[in-house]
């Protein structure tokens, strides 16, 4: 039973999130993790409630993106489908790797991303590269990792499609979301199978992320794309500054 206080906690954290996860095209667990971690939760606790809001965010996300017109399904949609493979093993990752590894891995993950946006322009005057198997790929193997720590993957996804295969960072925000559609699933499925999900906490937290997507997806359709790209550079720096808090503090 959540208690008073950290129900309506919970309600603020959800709105927040989902606002976060609007506007950066992320699931939310990029910001999620690190706060639960800050309410006391367990990381792989963490991670469960982590998924179970994304399936929330993601799902209510893409289909305001793709009303606005930003997010093309097409030939990214197989993203998409490597990443629900990929993830279906991240169950067996939570199991078998201890919390403190996953912390760090997670940390090297956000460093990956600050690293790769620092060198990619906020919109290519390349043609962006098209490969339906190279997608499947790229998104088996963030599947794998990403749900593993909690987080659906666009973290990583939108520097790679604007860092290496060249897509305006608008539609990059969209497809990532997108992406996480699948990867939450079968993390999901995948991570409730050994038992580390928590439905009630997760479920309160996604519903309560569906205002902050609405709100998040209106203002990030109306911020130009470098600022968009700079905020998100921000975004990273400080989830990275609250993961080795947390790391220095045991």
Request: net charge positive.
């Amino acid at each position: 039973m959540i208690g008073k206080q950290l129900f309506f906690e919970l309600i603020i954290v959800g709105i927040f999130v989902g606002a976060i996860s609007g506007f950066f095209g992320v699931g939310g667990g990029t910001v999620l993790i690190p706060i639960l971690l800050y309410l006391g939760f367990d990381i792989k606790d963490a991670i469960g409630i982590s998924v179970v809001q994304m399936v929330f965010s993601s799902l209510f996300g893409s289909y305001l993106n793709m009303k606005k017109g930003s997010l093309k399904v097409s030939s990214t949609i197989f993203f998409g489908f490597g990443g629900f493979f990929g993830a279906l093993a991240s169950g067996y990752v939570v199991h078998s790797v201890s919390s403190q590894t996953l912390t760090i891995i997670f940390a090297f993950m956000v460093m990956f991303a600050i690293f790769r946006f620092f060198h990619a322009p906020a919109q290519s005057d390349k043609k962006p590269i098209e490969n339906r198997g190279l997608f499947f790929v790229i998104g088996c193997v963030i599947g794998v990792f990403a749900t593993s720590v909690g987080i659906g993957g666009a973290l990583l996804l939108t520097p790679v499609m604007v860092g290496i295969l060249h897509y305006h960072i608008k539609e990059a925000v969209s497809a990532a979301l997108f992406f996480v559609v699948f990867s939450s699933l079968a993390g999901v499925i995948s991570i409730g199978s050994f038992g580390y999900i928590d439905f009630e906490h997760g479920i309160l937290i996604g519903i309560s992320s569906l205002i902050g997507v609405y709100a998040g997806i209106h203002i990030a359709h109306k911020t130009n794309s470098r600022r968009h790209k700079n905020l998100i550079l921000i975004l990273n720096f400080v989830i990275l500054a609250m993961i080795f808090y947390k790391l220095s503090r045991g």
